[in-house]
């Protein structure tokens, strides 16, 4: 099918289990991965041709683990949950299909889990069968770990803020507007200029100052 995007064929905890499996040897074959799957062992090829479609495998007849897809690994057997937010939003970051994913979500301000789960397999032009609907449920858990998406109030909804701030791929640079409170006839606005590699402190930093600004009233 043109254009089709080849979903995994196990839940999150299968994948990861999978990228383990690979990780954990110099030289790991599908062989190995199947024996980690509990599914029907054609879903191993297909989880071999997702994680290949977003950099954590390569090789055609021999898939073989990518230096990235390592670093993951190493993460994910340590359980290092930093280490797996951040190496995971590496593989979005190099991955259009999930990017979509996640502006699909924040454009829309939110979706349900099935209805996200269906626009999922839409986009990847695949049939929403149960197999499938199984890919895209691994899909938004990998976002979810990534910090990228978070669940709330029975909505699946972009995270921005702390440990979950998204990462911006070829951004030049950002400008934040923010009102931040003030004592009673004082307003304060401040325009912040800064380049996409200090993303990742600046929400921090933000949240440092607006807690400096709102004890002007006790300083004044």
């Known amino acids: 099918m043109a254009g089709e995007f080849r979903l995994p064929g ?27 799957d509990s599914a029907h ?48 939003r590496r593989v979005v970051s190099g991955s259009e299909f ?15 889990r099935p209805d996200l789960r269906a626009y999922i397999a839409q986009a ?6 149960k197999p499938v609907m199984t890919g895209a449920d691994a899909v938004i858990d990998i976002l979810r770990a990534a910090g990228l998406l978070r669940e709330e109030d029975g909505r699946v909804v972009a995270s921005y803020g702390g440990e979950e701030e998204p990462e911006v791929r070829e951004l030049e640079a950002a400008e934040v507007s923010l009102a931040a409170p003030a004592p009673a006839g004082i307003s304060i606005h401040l325009h912040i ?3 996409a590699d200090e993303l990742e402190d600046l929400a921090p930093r933000l949240r440092r100052l607006l807690r400096e600004l709102s004890g002007l009233d006790r300083g004044i």
């Open 10 to 36: 196990s839940t999150y905890q299968g994948i990861a289990s999978i990228i383990i499996a690979y990780g954990a040897r110099e030289e790991a074959g599908p062989a190995d991965v199947r024996k980690l």
């Open 41 to 88: 062992p054609a879903s191993a090829s297909r989880n071999n041709a997702f994680l290949a479609s977003i950099g954590i495998l390569e090789g055609e007849k021999e898939r073989t683990i990518t230096p990235q897809g390592r670093e993951l690994a190493l993460a994910l057997a340590r359980r290092d949950r930093e280490g797996i937010r951040r190496n995971w």
């Open 98 to 112: 999930l990017q979509n994913i996640v502006s699909a979500v924040t454009i829309r301000q939110g979706m349900s």
């Open 124 to 129: 990847a032009k695949q049939p929403r069968n």
């Open 193 to 195: 200029r800064c380049e």
